[in-house]
């Protein structure tokens, strides 16, 4: 099926980082037999390691997943867990040769939209959810110490969500020369009017799930990213804030053109 795909991303640095180290991009290939083949890409990643550490390792990630998705031999979704990979392998060797560096990660979700179908491939706590039918679903699961509390009964998710270790992370992309990538057992079928929304934790501590819900429902998608980074400001914005939003809609069927008609002079 043919969609009609509406996107678009805002990074913010927030109330009190002096620099922004979340890194995300949307792309949309030109080439049809690419766009295809492959579908459209969005990533955010969310680095991590201070001073410009966390910088360096969220651009690099980026870069190297969005290069690396679209030149991996196999299906989309192989392909972007190779892609996950090889920017954990990327990031690690970059962070082993400058001691400036040394520590440096990034958390990442990644979201390839093809055809019927939508993979995903994460590490650590920047997320994926679904709207679809007025209800919002969280579509990949934190890698951090409170989910695992979470899970474990310890705490509850409210709980969680002010918890003094809400930002210790398990797993990221580069801290370690193997990581294990978080996928879905197989790829998941879209449906018409499907919203996916990817976003870093700047996002999540401050505007809860029934916020971006009803604002992803109601805005255009740029007013929605926009709306939510401004509800994260308002209340503290006390880490960088991005947001990414991909709206699909079924492409009219073409009308079939009508006969063109003949005017026929009535008998006199």
């Given at each position: 099926?043919t969609?009609?795909?509406g996107?678009?991303?805002?990074?913010?640095?927030?109330c009190?980082?002096?620099?922004?180290?979340?890194?995300?991009?949307?792309?949309?290939?030109?080439?049809?037999?690419?766009?295809?083949?492959?579908?459209?890409?969005?990533?955010?990643?969310?680095?991590?390691?201070?001073?410009s550490?966390?910088?360096?390792?969220?651009?690099?990630?980026?870069?190297?997943?969005?290069?690396?998705?679209?030149?991996?031999?196999?299906?989309?979704?192989?392909?972007?867990?190779?892609?996950?990979?090889t920017?954990?392998?990327?990031?690690?060797?970059?962070?082993?040769?400058?001691?400036?560096?040394?520590?440096?990660?990034?958390?990442?979700?990644a979201?390839?939209?093809?055809?019927?179908?939508?993979?995903?491939?994460?590490?650590?706590?920047?997320?994926?959810?679904?709207?679809?039918g007025?209800?919002?679903?969280?579509?990949?699961?934190?890698?951090?110490?409170?989910s695992?509390?979470?899970?474990?009964?310890?705490?509850?998710?409210?709980?969680?969500r002010?918890?003094?270790?809400?930002?210790?992370i398990?797993?990221?992309?580069?801290?370690?020369?193997?990581?294990?990538?978080?996928?879905?057992?197989?790829?998941?079928?879209v449906?018409?009017?499907?919203?996916?929304?990817?976003c870093s934790?700047?996002?999540?501590?401050?505007?809860?799930?029934?916020?971006?819900?009803?604002?992803?429902?109601?805005?255009?998608?740029?007013?929605?990213?926009?709306?939510?980074?401004?509800?994260?400001?308002?209340?503290?914005?006390?880490?960088?804030?991005?947001?990414?939003?991909?709206?699909?809609?079924?492409?009219p069927?073409?009308?079939?053109?009508t006969?063109?008609?003949?005017?026929?002079?009535?008998?006199?």
């Amino acid at each position: 099926m043919t969609w009609e795909l509406g996107a678009s991303m805002l990074s913010d640095v927030g109330c009190h980082r002096p620099i922004n180290e979340d890194s995300g991009c949307i792309v949309r290939p030109a080439d049809a037999a690419v766009l295809s083949a492959r579908g459209v890409l969005a990533i955010v990643a969310d680095g991590m390691g201070g001073h410009s550490a966390g910088e360096v390792a969220s651009a690099m990630a980026d870069d190297v997943i969005r290069r690396s998705y679209y030149a991996e031999p196999g299906g989309p979704y192989d392909a972007l867990r190779s892609a996950l990979q090889t920017a954990n392998a990327t990031v690690f060797q970059r962070a082993s040769e400058d001691p400036a560096l040394n520590g440096m990660g990034t958390t990442c979700v990644a979201l390839a939209l093809c055809g019927d179908e939508a993979c995903v491939a994460s590490v650590g706590d920047s997320r994926l959810y679904l709207v679809r039918g007025e209800r919002i679903y969280q579509m990949t699961m934190d890698d951090s110490a409170v989910s695992d509390m979470v899970a474990r009964g310890v705490i509850s998710r409210d709980e969680a969500r002010h918890h003094q270790d809400r930002n210790v992370i398990l797993r990221a992309l580069g801290t370690h020369e193997s990581v294990e990538i978080s996928t879905w057992q197989e790829p998941f079928p879209v449906r018409e009017g499907d919203i996916f929304i990817l976003c870093s934790d700047g996002l999540t501590d401050l505007v809860s799930d029934q916020e971006i819900l009803e604002t992803a429902e109601s805005l255009h998608e740029a007013d929605a990213c926009r709306a939510l980074v401004d509800k994260a400001r308002l209340r503290g914005g006390f880490d960088n804030i991005t947001v990414a939003i991909l709206r699909l809609a079924q492409v009219p069927a073409p009308r079939p053109e009508t006969p063109p008609t003949r005017s026929v002079p009535m008998p006199t």
